[in-house]
C-alpha cells in the first residue's frame, strides 16, 4: 500500500535543523511520502541567518505543478515563503487541499524573514483558504499587528481569517488557528492555543523540555501536524499528535551539543 503524500513548500536550511529539511525529516519519521517545493535558499546555522537567495515565482510555480501533476498531495504545508507574490502564488495553486500554513516571519535568531507586504498577502491571500495555521506567540503577534495573550491572539486571528474568506467568497469551513508555545516557567507545561471561527479557545497542554536545543521546532511541528492530516486526522487530534512529537524530539536533542548556537531540534529517533 502507497503512503499517504505531503508537501512542504518551504526554503531552505543549510545546518539541517529547520526548513525542508526538518519538513521532510519529519514526514518520513510519522510514515508519509515527503514532496518539496523551494522557495528560497538559505545560509543558516545555529547562530542565525546570513543570507537569503529567493527562487523565483515563475520557478516555484513550475515546481508546484511538478508535485502537483504526478503525486497525490493529501497535505501541504508551507514555512518561509519570502515574498507576497510567492505567497499569492501559493493561495491560488494551493487552494481546496489540506494545508497547514506556518508563517515564518521572524527566525528563532530573530532575523526577519518577511516584510509588511508579506504579512498582508498572509492575510489577505494565504489564510482564507488554509486549514490551519500555526503560528508562534511573536508571528501570531506580527500578523495582527498588536500585542495580546496566546489565547486572544488565537480567536482574533481565526476570526480575521474567516472575514477575509468571506470577502473573497472562499468556500471553506474557516481556519483554524493554533498559537504554539505558551510560557512554561510557572506550571513546567507548554500551553498551545487552538481556535475556530465563532468558538472559544481550547488548550492543548504538554510537557516543557528545558533546552537549547529547539532551533526548527515550529518547522517540525507544522509539518508533523500536516503528516498526521495526510493519515486522515481531525485538526485538533493532528495537533494534539503534532506536539506529543516535538515534546519528545525535543527530549532527545536536549544533551546534544551541535552548533554554537541554538542547537536543532532532534530529527532522529530514539535508540531503543
Known amino acids: 500500500m502507497n503512503p499517504p503524500v505531503a508537501l512542504t513548500v518551504a526554503g531552505t536550511d543549510s545546518g539541517g535543523a529547520a526548513g525542508t529539511a526538518a519538513d521532510l525529516a519529519t514526514f518520513a519519521a510519522l510514515g508519509v511520502h515527503g514532496a518539496c517545493v ?19 515565482v515563475a520557478t516555484v510555480e513550475a515546481q508546484l505543478h511538478a508535485v502537483f501533476d504526478d503525486l497525490p498531495v493529501a497535505a ?5 515563503l519570502g515574498s507576497a507574490d510567492a505567497v499569492e502564488l501559493v493561495a491560488r495553486v494551493c487552494a481546496g487541499r489540506p494545508l497547514v500554513v ?22 489577505d491571500h494565504l489564510l482564507p483558504v488554509a486549514t ?30 474567516a472575514g477575509a474568506a468571506r470577502r473573497r467568497r472562499v468556500e471553506t469551513s474557516g481556519c483554524a488557528v493554533i498559537v504554539t508555545g505558551g510560557d512554561p516557567a510557572a506550571t513546567g507545561e507548554c500551553t498551545d492555543w487552538f481556535a475556530e471561527p465563532g ?6 497542554s504538554h510537557p516543557a523540555i528545558p ?3 529547539d532551533h526548527g ?13 495526510a493519515h486522515g486526522a481531525t485538526v485538533h487530534d493532528a495537533a494534539e499528535r503534532a506536539a506529543a512529537y516535538v515534546t519528545r524530539q ?16 532532534a530529527h532522529t529517533q530514539e535508540k531503543k
Do not use: F
Open 38 to 56: 523551494i522557495t528560497a535558499v538559505t545560509a543558516q546555522d545555529t547562530t542565525g541567518v546570513s543570507d537569503i537567495h529567493a527562487v523565483p
Open 76 to 80: 501541504v504545508k508551507t514555512g518561509m
Open 102 to 123: 506556518d508563517p515564518v516571519l521572524v527566525a528563532t535568531s530573530g532575523a526577519l524573514l518577511g516584510g509588511e507586504d508579506v504579512r498582508r498577502a498572509y492575510l
Open 132 to 161: 490551519v495555521v500555526t503560528p508562534n506567540l511573536d508571528e501570531a503577534r506580527a500578523l495582527l499587528d498588536h500585542d495580546g495573550s496566546p489565547e486572544e491572539l488565537a480567536v482574533a486571528l481565526a476570526g480575521r481569517a
Open 199 to 204: 468558538e472559544p479557545p481550547v488548550p492543548i
Open 211 to 213: 533546552t537549547a536545543n
Open 217 to 229: 521546532t515550529g518547522c517540525t511541528y507544522s509539518s508533523a501536524l500536516a503528516a498526521h492530516l
Open 250 to 265: 525535543l527530549a532527545i536533542s536536549r544533551t546534544w551539543t551541535l552548533g554554537r548556537g541554538r542547537g536543532p531540534i
